[in-house]
């Protein structure tokens, strides 16, 4: 994939929604205005999947739960991602936040190195000792929620999440993050009580793009895919790098097969 405009000038810390439902600090996203599917602009990677998923549940189909204008039940509308560098922010929208009926948003899963598995994780909520906002390295990861109502139990729909079902994460060695932003509801014409939270973390250098996945706890909706990342400008023209700087080049040309590049 060829990089991306550089479309984040310094990594926002504020999250603002106004009278039409825009997202004025995500160059004015507006949310329910595009089709299913994946759009990559103005350096952001956009995922929507209002009211689709793209699982294939049963007796229901890829839309698992009723829409109508109190929105559905459990529901990730959209998930956008952008980089300054290493600086990472996700803008997540959802019919509901953190907790409905009991079931619980699930985490942020990567996969930094292309090998199918999820090695890092950040999580949107604290559980387990683990804080939300946290970025986590090294993961373990735990499946749906074993109560009525959830899917833990059906093979069809583990096997369509991957990696055993795989919502949450369990442990992992902290690397950095903030708390969320979150942002009240807003009602937009044919889904009302929609909540958005932007979520900033910092990846390790060496990660030059990922794979991810977040489900709810019944694994009841999923949103999934691919964020390059944007790399850093280049230097100006004829400028000298300072002697330490140089070296560290250096280092890191000598040592690039063992990063975790695609």
Request: charged letters at 15%; hydrophobic letters at 35%.
């Amino acid at each position: 994939m060829a990089a991306l405009a550089m479309g984040l000038t310094a990594p926002a810390m504020a999250l603002t929604v106004n009278g039409s439902g825009q997202v004025t600090d995500w160059n004015n996203i507006q949310p329910f205005s595009q089709a299913n599917g994946t759009t990559i602009a103005n350096g952001i990677s956009s995922f929507r999947q209002n009211n689709y998923s793209p699982i294939s549940y049963p007796n229901i189909g890829n839309v698992p739960s009723p829409g109508g204008s109190t929105g559905e039940r459990f529901d990730f509308e959209e998930v956008h991602i952008r980089n300054q560098g290493d600086v990472v922010q996700i803008l997540l929208i959802s019919s509901s936040l953190f907790e409905r009926d009991g079931f619980y948003m699930g985490d942020f899963l990567f996969d930094t190195d292309g090998n199918s598995a999820w090695d890092m994780g950040l999580v949107t909520r604290n559980h387990d000792g683990l804080n939300a906002g946290q970025l986590y390295d090294n993961i373990t990861t735990s499946g749906m929620q074993q109560k009525s109502g959830s899917y833990y139990n059906n093979a069809s729909v583990i096997n369509q999440i991957g990696n055993g079902g795989a919502v949450f994460v369990d442990n992992g060695l902290a690397i950095g993050g903030t708390s969320p932003i979150l942002v009240d509801t807003h009602n937009f014409t044919d889904e009302s009580g929609t909540k958005f939270a932007e979520f900033t973390f910092t990846v390790p250098h060496d990660v030059d793009g990922f794979d991810f996945q977040m489900a709810w706890g019944c694994g009841n909706d999923v949103i999934r895919g691919f964020h390059e990342m944007i790399p850093p400008p280049p230097p100006p023209s004829g400028a000298v790098p300072e002697m330490t700087t140089a070296l560290l080049s250096l280092m890191g040309v000598a040592s690039l097969g063992f990063r975790r590049r695609r």
